[in-house]
């Protein structure tokens, strides 16, 4: 074995101590003292001994003691020498392999690992250790369920049951696992058969990966973002991986798994599907961009889309940030339309003003016939007829004034039954001869302080809606009756508050209004008509006059059983009968004051100076408030009263003119006359004691009055 012949060896025990190598003596007289002082029952040594070559041969030593002296000391032993160099160059070559390859598995981040048939841990990297907090020692051998989650058990087992049994080649999985800590972990985990060289199964290997952050981002990015309001997605490959409750609600889904792993290129319009690249990884722009998507039910949303690359599951992803504009759109779409209506109603405002001077002119000129005594009954009725005409003509005139915004409530007294009975006609011709229009009227007279132009508005207003709402035709009730609340009645009615009132019903036979829209269609530029069928500004508009009328309305409608609105207004309190004002039948009556007419308007400021002429006043005429200020310089302010219209050129105002002469003389009387209205044209002037406005048209009686009264108002206290 070594080399030697057998006399070349001393014939002592000492003489083997002699060949070990001096490295392994140390252990070999410890091993070998032990046995032979009795501690083990033989003993069992490695040492390297030298050959006769020089070499160093690896010689398994195992004996006992085979004969002791009475004494205990032995006396002979027995054993054998194995020479293992060659198996033990082999264990070296592969513990240093082993060693390596356990470097490498315990480098890495992911858990290597492996198992057999059952399920047992046959090996793991240390990368189990510093996630799981358990030793590899503790659970190699035990079953890897030990673990798991108590929820992911089942799943894992026959995930596991499917690689062996079926012979599955490998499979991946997510699976939570319970650390020493008791803290849950989350492991991605790919793994495959392991096969000896006859094709049997020895187990299953591969690798878990901590993906416990990772899900914690996830979820708290769910978390965050699933109550945000803006629809946000992510897709992979141009299908849904993700999706916050408001994109499932932007798309019409029910719920948002029922968008995952849909195509987003299903959910575009075709007019934009064109304008992108569906093999490319984002079919969306990465900067703010508009587009149109079809919802589930067909529907088509605007909106505004901006998308961006993020990770994913650790794979990469498209988010996209969705901003719904279509309600925008549509505000746009309004915003249009009602400065087309506010260019329209500026128009209409100034061809009523113009037109109401023409009208002023008119009726000026009839009093002056009709003033002189030398017309004939024939031609006293036609003057007459004329003034009827200048009338209804100012009617319109104020209708078109309110239509462009420019007349503010003219409140008077008023008997809701005769208001609604006076435009029913009209409406008629508004709404069409397929509507039967009735009207049922309150037994006594609904008395109110309102506007009566405004009030028109609104019956007309809720009659065209009607109409859209009967497209077939159908029947329209007009009604009126009393009501009177008391807290408890008004406590249940929005805008309600205990009294009488005038309460209008405006019922149709239509299609009604849907439960969820209800609550709705007082809002401003809210519609359910189509697009360029309406503004969404009639119901608002009603809405806004009743509230201004100290009123409120109220709905009741059902879907294909028609809409009734009921609109109260508090009705005057009950007052004696009062004597006929014979103030209006009585002839106009003048003076002989100085009185300083200033009007733009030529016809309009002769007509009007020969008016008051005719009732005896001395007046002097001015075109624009510069003359009037040298008129006024001119004969040293000598004037009782200046009669001057509001809204006037050359960058001097009624209102600026009289702040002037105010100042010159404070107790000078004023007079406004305009074809808007005061609030509009004057921008809310303060009628003070000796001021008083005069609405274009007015008639003699109306002109003089004024006149008059002011004139006799006595002056301010100093």
Known sequence: MLGYELKELPQYFGAWRDLIHPD?????????????????????????MRAKSGDWRWILSRGSV?????????????????????????????????????????????????????????????????IMGFSTDE??????????HPDDRAASQETFRALIERRQEHCSLESRFITKTGKVCRFEIRARLTLDEHGEILGVAGAMRDVTETRRAEDYYRELVDNLPDPIYITREDRFVYANQAAAHLFGAAGTAQLLGQSILDRLHPDHRQMVDSSADAPLPSVLEER???????????VEVRAGDINWGNKPARQVIVRNITERKQ?????????????????????????????????????????????????????????????????????????????????????????????????????????????????????????????????????????????EGGQLLLETVEAELDERAAAGRPGARPGKYGCLRVIDTGSGIAPEILPRIFEPFFTTKEVGKGTGLGLATAFGIVQQHHGWIEVQSEAGKGTTFQIYLPQLPEKPA???????????????????????????????GLLLSELGYRVMEAGTGTEALEVWNRQGGNFDLVLTDLVMPGGMSGLDLTQLLLQKKPGLKVVYMSGYSPQIAGKDIAL??????????????????????QLDQPPPAA
């Open 578 to 608: 009062a004597h006929p004002d014979k103030a209006q039948d009585a002839e106009a009556s003048g003076g002989k004051e100085n009185i300083l007419l200033v009007d733009d308007e030529e016809p309009m400021r002769i007509m009007v």
């Open 66 to 130: 085979v004969e002791r002296c009475p004494q205990g000391r032995p006396l002979r032993a027995a054993g054998t020498h194995l020479d293992i160099t060659e198996e033990r160059v082999a264990k070296q070559a592969l513990l240093k392999s082993e060693i390596q390859y356990r470097t490498l598995v315990d480098s890495v981040t992911e858990v290597v690992f492996q198992t057999d048939t059952a399920g047992h841990w046959l090996m793991l990297g240390k990368a189990w250790e510093r």
């Open 331 to 471: 505000l746009e779409d309004q915003l249009r339309q009602a400065q087309k209506m506010e260019s329209i109603g500026r128009l209409a405002g100034g061809i009523a003003h113009d037109f109401n001077n023409m009208l002023a002119v008119i009726q000026g000129r009839c009093c002056l016939l009709s003033m002189g005594g030398v017309l004939s009954d024939r031609q006293k009725e036609s003057a007459d007829e004329i003034m009827r005409a200048t009338d209804r003509a100012a009617s319109l005139t104020r209708q078109l004034l309110l239509f462009s915004r420019r007349q503010a409530l003219q409140l008077q007294d008023l008997d809701l039954n005769e208001s609604v009975a006076s435009i029913t006609k009209m409406l008629q011709r508004l709404i069409g001869e397929d509507i039967q229009i009735q009207s049922r009227y309150a037994p006594k007279p609904i008395k109110l302080r309102a506007d009566a132009g405004m009030l028109d508005q609104v019956l007309m207003n809720l009659a065209v809606n009607s109409r859209d709402a009967m497209p």
């Open 292 to 302: 149109q998507y079809v919802r589930l039910d067909g529907s088509v949303v605007d």
């Open 139 to 148: 659970v190699l051998g035990q079953p890897f369920l030990n673990c798991t």
């Open 688 to 709: 003070s004691k000796g001021t008083a406005f005069l609405s274009k048209p007015f008639n003699l009686q109306k002109l003089a009055q004024t006149i008059r009264e």
């Open 24 to 48: 392994d003596l140390g252990p070999a007289d410890v091993q070998l003292q032990r046995h032979l002082d009795g501690l083990s029952p033989q003993y069992e040594i490695q040492v390297r």
